[in-house]
């Protein structure tokens, strides 16, 4: 039995990961986290210390859900990364990254260079996942997710959208927990690349606001944003944002503009997630989440 430890395995993302391993019965998962709370508190930055953990627990693998969005997170994944080479049983490491593809317009950018020049110092293979967007928005409180409440787009319940570019940009959504799978089915593949693609459905926006409408019965007041405004780091406001943005981990102003940049990525192509490359065909097994399935699932709760 292959012993996985992912970091940050109490979070979004990693959380979905953890559960989805956990009902495999060919792997021993173990949650790093900086809390105190079910899990083998860690500091990254005690890289010793960290090497051992994952040393005395056989881990073969290393996953990283570590939300890297500035230099204190940004230098726990780099630790991990030392101590997952220093440890002698880590051979493979997943970065975080669970989203679009890399760009260097992005924020996190510099960050994920930084991560990346840290694994190729080592002799650990390694691979970041690029997925597009997560469905999982759009289908709460109807879908398990674990991810929080974002309004991206589409404000499903006021029946709203304003639209980045044109809206029929190529855009690639995906279900967290079937991210999760493909990540359990990739873990024993004989080689992986340094991006690792994988997506549930390929649309456009304008698609997804036809769905919703023939799927919800209701008409949705449709606006866009260009790529002029969006650069500018504006965004139309939707009903839900003034109390999502209020609740974010972020200072509002922060927020909106991590909007308009998500806006930015999706006329950039950044959401267009390449299928030939992607892990879809290598496990038809696996049968992603559509953007109606989970439209359904919304309506039908």
Same mark, same amino acid.
């Given at each position: 039995?292959?012993?996985? &430890?992912?970091?940050?395995?109490?979070?979004?993302?990693?959380?979905?990961?953890?559960?989805?391993?956990?009902?495999?019965?060919?792997?021993?998962?173990?949650? +790093?986290?900086?809390?105190?709370?079910?899990?083998?508190?860690?500091?990254?930055?005690?890289?010793?210390?960290?090497?051992?953990?994952?040393?005395?627990?056989?881990?073969?693998?290393?996953?990283?859900a570590i939300q890297v969005t500035e230099e204190t997170s940004s230098a726990a994944e780099i630790g991990l990364i030392k101590a997952a080479e220093q440890s002698s049983t880590v051979s493979r490491f997943i970065a975080s990254g669970w989203g679009s593809?890399?760009?260097?317009?992005?924020?996190?950018?510099?960050?994920?260079? &930084?991560?990346?020049?840290?694994?190729?110092?080592?002799?650990?293979?390694?691979?970041?996942?690029?997925?597009?967007?997560?469905?999982?928005?759009?289908?709460?409180?109807?879908?398990?997710?674990?991810?929080?409440?974002?309004?991206?787009?589409?404000?499903?319940?006021?029946?709203?959208?304003?639209?980045?570019?044109?809206?029929?940009?190529?855009?690639?959504?995906?279900?967290?927990?079937?991210?999760?799978?493909?990540?359990?089915?990739? +873990?024993?593949?004989?080689?992986?690349?340094?991006?690792?693609?994988?997506?549930?459905?390929?649309?456009?926006?304008?698609?997804?606001?036809?769905?919703?409408?023939?799927?919800?019965?209701?008409?949705?007041?449709?606006?866009?944003?260009?790529?002029?405004?969006?650069?500018?780091?504006?965004?139309?406001?939707?009903?839900?944002?003034?109390?999502?943005?209020?609740?974010?981990?972020?200072?509002?102003?922060?927020?909106?503009?991590?909007?308009?940049?998500?806006?930015?990525?999706?006329?950039?192509?950044?959401f267009d997630i390449p299928v030939d490359k992607a892990l879809n065909k290598r496990f038809p097994s696996i049968r992603p989440m559509s953007v109606r399935d989970m439209l359904l699932a919304r309506q039908d709760a």
């Open positions: 039995m292959s012993a996985i &430890a992912v970091a940050g395995g109490t979070g979004n993302v990693g959380r979905t990961i953890v559960e989805t391993l956990a009902e495999s019965s060919e792997y021993k998962v173990i949650v +790093l986290g900086r809390k105190n709370i079910p899990t083998f508190a860690v500091d990254y930055v005690d890289i010793d210390a960290t090497a051992e953990l994952l040393r005395q627990h056989n881990v073969v693998t290393v996953i990283s593809l890399p760009s260097k317009a992005s924020p996190a950018s510099v960050l994920q260079r &930084a991560s990346e020049d840290a694994l190729r110092s080592t002799m650990l293979e390694w691979t970041r996942f690029s997925v597009g967007i997560f469905m999982d928005y759009y289908g709460m409180p109807a879908i398990k997710t674990h991810l929080p409440p974002m309004s991206f787009a589409v404000d499903m319940k006021s029946r709203k959208a304003a639209l980045p570019g044109t809206g029929n940009e190529p855009v690639a959504f995906i279900y967290s927990y079937d991210v999760a799978k493909f990540v359990s089915a990739y +873990l024993d593949a004989p080689k992986w690349e340094e991006i690792t693609y994988v997506y549930g459905e390929k649309t456009t926006w304008n698609e997804f606001i036809k769905v919703a409408s023939e799927v919800t019965g209701s008409a949705f007041e449709v606006s866009y944003d260009p790529i002029e405004k969006l650069a500018k780091g504006e965004v139309t406001e939707l009903p839900s944002h003034k109390d999502e943005l209020a609740k974010s981990p972020f200072p509002e102003p922060l927020a909106r503009q991590l909007l308009a940049i998500l806006g930015c990525w999706v006329v950039g192509g950044q």
